[in-house]
């Protein structure tokens, strides 16, 4: 195997086991982002259900031009509610909470317009959940009022008025738009220290029938006041949701895959870097790397793998949430499995296969054989990864070997049908060889353990105490999750052996890669 072959053999093992450790974020954050996609059509075809109102239908809705401004307003409300639910459906899945929240309209057999409550949470069977009703109030837009400064008053206002009353009497919680709750709690504040300076002129003066309704109207605002929440959306954020639905439902789903890519790139920094730490280190003994190399590739090969499963966590959280909406139930069915992420690591595989084809290096044969291999071994690698989540139900762990194994396990199986195909009979030399190849992917990690072994025995005595400090906290890094701790033990490495550490922590890597200049590793 040469060392091309092999380099990308190691790459494609890191990308599947990559892929394979994000098989529970995307499956999470997938699930999340289908809500937002429900939110604009309307249609949970996996749950075979119909809202009554969606983004995409409120849109649609007929409007007046002589009404312009307050059916666009009431719109906004309705969009609110349906965003609103989706948005608190997607964080309620992300956090793993059974409980979701639902209009009541959408209630099964339900009556229309509950005169109390927009929205209701249920629990895994369907029961509302006591106490949990909620009405949402977008009702402080003004025309005369373009910047929208005296919101948050005219909002406390009308919930004041005779007509928002049974809110008041019957304690109910009302949600309004989040850039003007906190506004509305201050201006309630406020009034209900004036009233009570008033109350105190009344029972001066004796006046107890005006001392009376000052202290109704005290009473209805601290019970207005306690009862306000803010809803997950600005007023902002819900007339774009009228205006442009598909534009909302895009930035919406694309902030679920980002903290899904986020998530997964601290997770591919630890497999890429411990891969990078282990190759380069017998790369090094082996004469292969020179030592000032080792702190250079080792963190490229960890930044390298951090964008790698940041991409694998943002494009499989889309793919998955598109997948798992699907009228298509064969679709659907797929979304359960690793496919999303898998379709993500077969697409960086083939487009650096295709590139060498386009600039010559290698010809349609060996680009055709190589694009078969990818393929075969990621499909492999995404079945391979859900049988590793229930044979190892540790979180990342199970997925990550699954994964690896998945892919190790047919790309060797794909060698010997390949040579198979070419020739009918192989000569006895030429099936020693294959079966060489295919043993070569089996024993890839176990080797590199007795190399590694026979290295810190006879090459880096001197530095022992160093390296078993730090492999510990490596093993220890991975073994809960903490990207930190494995960068720490990392550069302790990079100290001994003379490197320059250029981040110390996931936070500073994170701020170098945003800052927008350049960060050359």
């Known amino acids: ?22 098989y529970e974020t995307i499956q999470k954050y997938g699930s999340a982002a289908k809500e937002h996609l429900v939110s604009y059509s309307g249609l949970d075809n996996e749950n075979g259900i119909e809202l009554q109102k969606s983004l ?20 906004a409300g309705w969009a609110a509610e349906v965003k609103d639910t989706a948005n608190a459906n997607a964080e309620n899945i992300i956090a ?8 009541h309209d959408d209630l099964p057999d339900a009556p229309a317009n509950h005169p109390l409550f927009d929205h209701v949470e249920i629990d895994a069977e369907g029961n509302i959940i006591a106490d949990s009703g909620t009405q949402m109030k977008f009702i402080g837009a003004s025309e005369i009022d373009p910047t929208g400064a ?5 909002a406390l206002k009308k919930l004041q008025s005779a007509k928002f009353q049974k809110y008041i009497d019957n304690d109910v919680k009302i949600e309004v738009p989040k850039d003007e709750y906190q506004q509305m709690v201050d201006k309630a504040s406020e009034e209900i220290e004036a009233l009570r300076k008033q109350l105190d002129k009344m029972r001066e003066k004796g006046n107890v029938d005006a001392a009376a309704k000052i202290e109704k109207k005290i009473e209805n605002l601290n019970k207005l006041k306690k009862n306000l929440r803010p809803s997950t959306l600005t007023r902002k954020e819900s007339l774009e949701a009228v205006d442009s639905p598909e534009l909302s439902i895009v930035k919406s789903v694309a902030n679920v895959s980002h903290r899904a890519g986020i998530k997964t790139a601290e997770t591919a ?5 411990s891969a990078s730490l282990v190759r380069n280190i017998v790369g090094m003994c082996r004469g292969e790397v020179e030592a000032e190399d080792v702190a250079k590739n080792l963190i ?50 083939a487009s650096k296969t295709l590139k060498k084809y386009f600039c010559g290096e290698i010809d349609g044969t060996q680009c055709i054989e190589d694009l078969g291999e990818q393929g075969t071994g990621m499909i ?7 049988i590793g989540q229930t044979a190892i139900p540790i979180p990342v762990v199970g997925g990550l070997v699954g994964g690896m194994v998945g892919y190790a396990l047919s790309s060797a199986t794909y060698g010997v049908l390949m040579s198979s195909l070419k020739e009918a009979k192989l000569a006895h030399e030429e099936r020693i060889a294959v ?27 001197a530095a022992m105490g160093i390296f078993n400090e730090s492999f510990s906290g490596i093993k220890e890094a991975l073994s809960i999750g903490d990207v930190d701790l494995f960068i720490e033990s990392a550069n302790n490495i990079t100290d001994a052996l003379g490197g320059n550490k250029p981040f110390e922590t996931m936070d500073d890597f994170n701020s170098k890669m945003l800052c927008g200049e350049m960060f050359k590793i």
């Open 1 to 22: 195997m040469t060392q091309d072959k092999k380099k990308k053999d190691e790459d494609n093992l890191v990308r599947s086991g990559i892929a394979g450790a994000s």
């Open 56 to 75: 995409k239908s409120i849109k649609e809705q007929g409007t007046n031009d002589k009404y312009t401004f307050s059916i666009r307003q009431q719109k």
């Open 96 to 103: 793993g909470r059974a409980k979701r929240k639902i209009r």
């Open 150 to 154: 005296g919101n948050a008053e005219r």
């Open 269 to 273: 920094a630890l497999i890429g870097g």
């Open 300 to 349: 490229k090969d960890t930044a390298q793998s951090a964008a790698v499963g940041y991409g694998t966590g943002f494009a499989g959280t889309a793919i998955k949430a598109a997948m798992q909406n699907s009228t298509s139930g064969y679709a659907r069915a797929l979304a359960k499995t690793n496919v999303a992420g898998t379709i993500v690591s077969v697409t960086v595989s």
């Open 380 to 386: 492999a690698s995404s079945m391979f990864t859900v």
């Open 435 to 461: 079966e060489k190849a295919c043993e070569e992917h089996i024993q890839m990690i176990r080797e590199y353990r007795a190399q590694m072994n026979t290295i810190i025995d006879e090459y880096l005595s």
